[in-house]
């Protein structure tokens, strides 16, 4: 059984990618249980009104060796015209003052670097 790492839903086989997120689908034996997953245990770091920043967010933290999981408050089933879409990128507690600062540095580094 394949299980989507953001949104924490089963698939049947032969779905390879999240219908509702875009990410790709992990083996049930490698996903982290939604249990461990409680707000007790995870910070929100940044928040964007637009899906593809705090997925590019997500991705500079992972490459830093920071753990982050989003999460999407992203309706695809009833279009609206606007954006009251929130994404929120979370950290493990323990990992906020070094995702803070991260986030910090790409935020005021020269485009260029970025």
């Known amino acids: 059984m394949l299980v989507c790492p953001n949104c924490n839903y089963e698939y049947t086989e032969g779905v390879t990618i999240c219908p509702d997120c875009g990410t790709n689908l992990i083996?049930?034996?490698?996903?982290v249980k939604p249990e461990e997953w409680t707000e007790q245990n995870w910070e929100v770091v940044f928040t964007s009104n637009l899906e593809?920043?705090?997925?590019?967010m997500k991705d500079n933290l992972e490459g830093a060796g920071i753990h982050s999981a989003i999460l999407s408050q992203a309706d695809r089933n009833f279009p609206a015209p606007g954006d009251l879409t929130v994404v929120k990128l979370l950290v493990p507690k323990n990992e906020v003052r070094a995702a803070l600062n991260f986030i910090e540095q790409i935020k005021n580094s020269p485009d260029e670097q970025v």
Not at 52 to 56: F, G, L
């Open 27 to 31: 083996e049930e034996k490698s996903f």
């Open 52 to 56: 593809y920043e705090v997925e590019m």
